[in-house]
């Protein structure tokens, strides 16, 4: 079965351990970007290769539900969009969720040089499209049956009252990890 070769790139110390003893996915390597240079480490990993594919899940990943998304495209990290686009091998795909990036020429020609492409993942495109239903409902059930057997373990961000439930939904607009659920 084929298997991905997955490298994570964290802020700090602290996140690089929670994913090495918190997260069952396996990790090949993770960069912490306080003490590492990305492009450097993720050519070295790859055998100057680089990437097949960058799964970029946008600042307000990293945002708290108090703090605001910076400007900059990846600021909490570090790394650019030029930094990204250096460590995309041939052919290779950046998928981001931020719906608002910018692509300047010099970066455009990089990903054309690259033969390199730019997709948008927005998680409400999948209930809007009736030909990937049946796609969404194999990853919900595989969803399911990892949580059954902890092999997934979902992090409580904060626990609202019933009253509160629209800051609720706009803490979770504002950082874009997970969404709301509502237990009556």
Same mark, same amino acid.
């Given at each position: 079965?084929?298997?991905? =070769?997955?490298?994570?790139? $964290?802020?700090?110390?602290?996140?690089?351990?929670?994913?090495?003893?918190?997260? /069952?996915?396996?990790?090949?390597?993770?960069?912490?970007?306080?003490?590492?240079?990305? $492009?450097?480490?993720?050519?070295? @990993?790859?055998?100057?290769?680089?990437? #097949?594919? $960058?799964?970029?899940?946008?600042?307000?990943?990293?945002?708290?539900?108090?703090?605001?998304?910076?400007? #900059?495209?990846?600021?909490?990290?570090?790394?650019?969009?030029?930094?990204?686009?250096?460590?995309?091998?041939?052919?290779?795909?950046?998928?981001?969720?931020?719906?608002?990036?910018?692509? #300047? /020429? /010099?970066?455009? =020609?990089?990903?054309?040089?690259?033969?390199?492409?730019?997709?948008?993942?927005?998680?409400?495109?999948?209930?809007?499209?009736?030909?990937?239903?049946?796609?969404?409902?194999?990853?919900?059930? #595989?969803?399911?049956?990892?949580?059954? @057997?902890?092999?997934?373990? /979902? =992090?409580?961000?904060? @626990?609202?009252?019933?009253?509160?439930?629209?800051?609720?939904?706009?803490?979770?607009?504002?950082?874009?990890?997970?969404?709301?659920?509502?237990?009556?």
């Amino acid at each position: 079965m084929w298997q991905a =070769r997955v490298i994570a790139v $964290v802020q700090s110390d602290e996140e690089a351990n929670f994913l090495q003893h918190d997260v /069952p996915t396996k990790i090949e390597r993770i960069i912490v970007t306080q003490r590492e240079n990305f $492009v450097q480490t993720v050519m070295e @990993t790859t055998g100057d290769y680089g990437v #097949d594919y $960058v799964l970029d899940v946008s600042p307000r990943a990293y945002c708290t539900a108090t703090s605001t998304a910076p400007a #900059d495209l990846t600021a909490p990290l570090g790394i650019s969009k030029r930094n990204i686009m250096q460590c995309l091998s041939a052919h290779g795909h950046w998928v981001t969720t931020d719906s608002s990036l910018q692509i #300047d /020429p /010099p970066e455009s =020609r990089l990903l054309y040089l690259k033969g390199a492409s730019l997709s948008f993942a927005f998680a409400n495109l999948w209930l809007l499209s009736p030909g990937q239903h049946g796609r969404l409902h194999h990853i919900f059930a #595989d969803v399911m049956e990892k949580l059954s @057997t902890n092999a997934l373990v /979902p =992090r409580v961000a904060g @626990t609202y009252p019933l009253d509160k439930i629209r800051e609720a939904v706009k803490a979770s607009e504002a950082c874009a990890i997970g969404s709301v659920l509502c237990v009556l």
